[in-house]
């Protein structure tokens, strides 16, 4: 099963309009971190946001917020008044514990991505 | 200023050969990554060190080596065993494995090709 499901594989947006990217996630560990990631064409993963799985508010950077819904496993990104400079790849990621080599590190999972362009 | 260096941006290989990608940082940071990325995919971990002289395989390390003797410094090797050793490599950190937020900080990445 996949451990983080981006369904969206393109998203268009007008330029000052929001934007929401989906994220659904499965895990049985009761304490996880979920990120979101843009990856400009230059190819360089840029951190946006952190929501973790004890926090009781949704996180918010900015334009960027995390719209966190445990019952559900969703932290979909929200995105306010798109700008151009937007148009990227987006990524969610999910970090569980897990053990190796006798110590156990928080392990990150990234899903496939949505491609978003922003038009004027 | 603060970051996370990756060199050289462009490598081409040849088939059978071993190249070294470079990741250096100077955030401070104890933990470090290497991940892989092809067209169109999400990233997969290959290497993670929490500290000095330490690293473990992640889910791909077959066909790629590591060393991390110092605590800037995180080289990737890939040798001639990796199959398919065209794709995108992105170098992370972060201050420690697991604790608080524990966010990735990446590099700019490395584009290999095998020619």
């Known amino acids: 099963a996949q451990k983080i499901t981006q369904t969206q594989p393109g998203m268009f947006v007008q330029e000052k309009e929001a934007v929401t990217l989906d994220c659904t996630y499965d895990t049985s560990d009761p304490s996880y971190g979920l990120f979101w990631y843009k990856q400009p064409s230059s190819g360089e993963m840029i951190f946006l946001i952190y929501q973790g799985s004890y926090d009781q508010q949704n996180a918010t950077e900015g334009r960027y917020s995390l719209n966190f819904q445990k019952a559900r496993k969703s932290a979909n990104l929200v995105i306010s008044a798109s700008q151009l400079g937007d148009s990227a790849m987006y990524f969610c990621a999910m970090r569980e514990w897990t053990a190796a080599g006798g110590t156990s590190y928080g392990k990150l999972t990234f899903g496939q991505g949505t491609i978003l362009t922003v038009h004027p | 200023d603060g970051g996370i260096t990756q060199s050289p941006k462009y490598l081409f290989r040849k088939e059978g050969q071993n190249v070294t990608l470079s990741c250096e940082q100077n955030l401070n940071h104890d933990a470090m990554y290497w991940y892989r990325q092809d067209p169109g995919q999400g990233l997969r971990l290959i290497y993670y060190s929490q500290i000095v002289n330490d690293f473990q395989k992640g889910d791909i390390a077959e066909g790629y080596s590591v060393s991390r003797e110092k605590k800037e410094s995180f080289p990737l090797t890939v040798t001639s065993a990796q199959k398919n050793p065209t794709a995108f490599y992105l170098c992370?950190?972060?201050?420690?494995?697991?604790?608080?937020?524990?966010?990735?900080?990446f590099g700019p990445g490395t584009r290999l090709t095998v020619l």
């Open positions: 992370a950190s972060s201050i420690s494995i697991g604790e608080g937020t524990d966010t990735q900080y």
